[in-house]
């Protein structure tokens, strides 16, 4: 089946929809069983989309999570109450004390500080690479390593990594390859054609796309997906059937809403391009973004995130150019309909294995779905503001 079928059809199961369109919105702590034999048969057919008690799941977290597994392949998916705990939950998944891990440099921050701030606490090393490491990840093996991470493209600098390469030297020494597959959405990158075990997703982003509710999903090969899942479950990790229900909703539109953010993405980056404030387009699509050899070879599309790298502009300027912005809204997110960005000056606070050169602020921009060319014409008057407080 093609995407554009599955985003109509995934999780539509009769089982789940009881006769209508969608799946219903089924809210429970307690099932209840009339007879011993009923209960018994429900707990022996726990792992088997049976509904037991609340925690493990009502119908609507059966559809949804057959859903994901529908769209980024592997044997199932677990949820998670927000793409952080997507990730933290799945890194523990698979450590223990005295393991190792292989963290790309340009992970989400928040990935990082996990990283730093509770795996260290508990005796799980962390090492950060270069997301361009390639084949040389080998020489930062050590016999202790569990588990490589990788996320394409890196969170803010938008580097793409060598998927395949690294997860086949990972598997040659042992380790689980996990990705943080968010800006892929499951639809631009197929983590599992790639030698990936662990796909790792804030469906807060486009899977939810309209900007209102927190989920996060991990979803897992045949190989991994019972530990996975039982470590979900033993870490009490459970959803909101309404939240799940918007987010199935989201599903449906996915493939005509990244098709139109990719339009107006593009559209906004060439114009950025001919700009002469403009250093670099740090678009995975354009010749400019480090590893763009790679989202040539291994995705099918982009879609409106991407960065650029003035070369002006200090920070009263720039406060000029975002704080006069009538679309582009300031804020920690991405993924829903709306436009957004962020000034950052700070990326070489964000790394620790990479140099970050530029002196000059970096701008992310998630373009939305408005018209683009008054998305273009609000950059535009940014840029003057910009222009004439740094003639001031
Ligand atoms: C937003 C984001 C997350 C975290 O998702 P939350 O739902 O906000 O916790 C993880 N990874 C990437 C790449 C993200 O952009």
Same mark, same amino acid.
């Given at each position: 089946?093609?995407?554009?079928?599955?985003?109509?059809?995934?999780?539509?199961?009769?089982?789940?929809?009881?006769?209508?369109?969608?799946?219903?919105?089924?809210?429970?702590?307690?099932?209840?069983?009339?007879?011993?034999?009923?209960?018994?048969?429900?707990?022996?057919?726990?792992?088997?989309?049976?509904?037991?008690?609340?925690?493990?799941?009502?119908?609507?977290?059966?559809?949804?999570?057959?859903?994901?597994?529908?769209?980024?392949?592997?044997?199932?998916?677990?949820?998670?109450?927000?793409?952080?705990?997507?990730?933290?939950?799945?890194?523990?998944?698979?450590?223990?004390?005295?393991?190792?891990?292989?963290?790309?440099?340009?992970?989400?921050?928040?990935?990082?500080?996990?990283? #730093?701030?509770? $795996? &260290?606490?508990? %005796? /799980?090393? @962390?090492?950060?690479?270069?997301?361009?490491?390639?084949?040389?990840?080998?020489?930062?093996?050590?016999?202790?390593?569990?588990?490589?991470?990788?996320?394409?493209?890196?969170?803010?600098?938008?580097?793409?990594?060598?998927?395949?390469?690294?997860?086949?030297?990972?598997?040659?020494?042992?380790?689980?390859?996990?990705?943080?597959?968010?800006?892929?959405?499951?639809?631009?990158?197929?983590?599992?054609?790639?030698?990936?075990?662990?796909?790792?997703?804030?469906?807060?982003?486009?899977?939810?796309?309209?900007?209102?509710?927190?989920?996060?999903?991990?979803?897992?090969?045949?190989?991994?997906?019972?530990?996975?899942?039982?470590?979900?479950?033993?870490?009490?990790?459970?959803?909101?059937?309404? #939240?799940?229900? $918007? &987010?199935?909703? %989201? /599903?449906? @539109?996915?493939?005509?809403?990244?098709?139109?953010?990719?339009?107006?993405?593009?559209?906004?980056?060439?114009?950025?391009?001919?700009?002469?404030?403009?250093?670099?387009?740090?678009?995975?699509?354009?010749?400019?973004?480090?590893?763009?050899?790679?989202?040539?070879?291994?995705?099918?599309?982009?879609?409106?995130?991407?960065?650029?790298?003035?070369?002006?502009?200090?920070?009263?300027?720039?406060?000029?150019?975002?704080?006069?912005?009538?679309?582009?809204?300031?804020?920690?997110?991405?993924?829903?309909?709306?436009?957004?960005?962020?000034?950052?000056?700070?990326?070489?606070?964000?790394?620790?294995?990479?140099?970050?050169?530029?002196?000059?602020?970096?701008?992310?921009?998630?373009?939305?779905?408005?018209?683009?060319?008054?998305?273009?014409?609000?950059?535009?008057?940014?840029?003057?503001?910009?222009?004439?407080?740094?003639?001031?």
């Amino acid at each position: 089946m093609k995407n554009e079928t599955k985003f109509v059809t995934a999780g539509r199961n009769d089982k789940w929809t009881n006769g209508v369109v969608n799946p219903s919105v089924t809210r429970a702590s307690t099932v209840v069983f009339n007879t011993v034999d009923e209960m018994n048969n429900a707990v022996a057919n726990r792992f088997n989309q049976t509904m037991v008690y609340g925690r493990r799941g009502t119908t609507t977290a059966f559809a949804f999570s057959e859903a994901m597994t529908e769209l980024e392949g592997g044997a199932g998916c677990a949820l998670y109450p927000s793409g952080t705990a997507a990730i933290t939950n799945a890194i523990l998944a698979f450590v223990s004390a005295g393991d190792h891990i292989l963290m790309v440099d340009t992970a989400y921050e928040p990935t990082r500080d996990y990283c #730093d701030k509770i $795996l &260290a606490k508990m %005796g /799980i090393e @962390t090492t950060y690479y270069d997301p361009l490491i390639g084949a040389d990840i080998e020489g930062l093996i050590q016999d202790n390593t569990r588990l490589v991470f990788l996320e394409s493209p890196g969170s803010i600098t938008m580097e793409v990594q060598d998927v395949p390469t690294i997860s086949r030297i990972a598997h040659q020494h042992g380790c689980i390859v996990m990705l943080d597959n968010t800006w892929g959405a499951g639809v631009n990158f197929k983590p599992f054609d790639y030698g990936v075990d662990v796909s790792v997703q804030a469906a807060t982003k486009y899977i939810v796309g309209h900007s209102d509710v927190m989920l996060g999903t991990a979803t897992a090969t045949e190989e991994y997906w019972p530990q996975l899942r039982d470590n979900s479950y033993l870490m009490g990790q459970c959803t909101s059937p309404d #939240d799940l229900y $918007l &987010a199935l909703r %989201g /599903i449906r @539109t996915l493939g005509v809403r990244l098709k139109q953010h990719q339009e107006n993405a593009l559209k906004v980056a060439h114009w950025l391009q001919t700009r002469e404030e403009v250093a670099s387009i740090l678009h995975p699509a354009f010749a400019s973004c480090p590893g763009h050899e790679f989202f040539k070879r291994d995705f099918n599309g982009s879609n409106g995130l991407f960065s650029f790298v003035l070369n002006r502009g200090d920070k009263q300027s720039i406060k000029a150019f975002l704080d006069g912005l009538s679309h582009f809204k300031m804020g920690y997110s991405w993924g829903g309909f709306e436009s957004l960005i962020l000034g950052i000056s700070n990326v070489s606070s964000l790394r620790s294995a990479t140099q970050w050169s530029s002196q000059y602020p970096l701008v992310r921009v998630h373009i939305g779905l408005e018209n683009v060319d008054e998305l273009i014409e609000d950059l535009a008057k940014g840029f003057d503001r910009l222009n004439s407080a740094l003639a001031k």
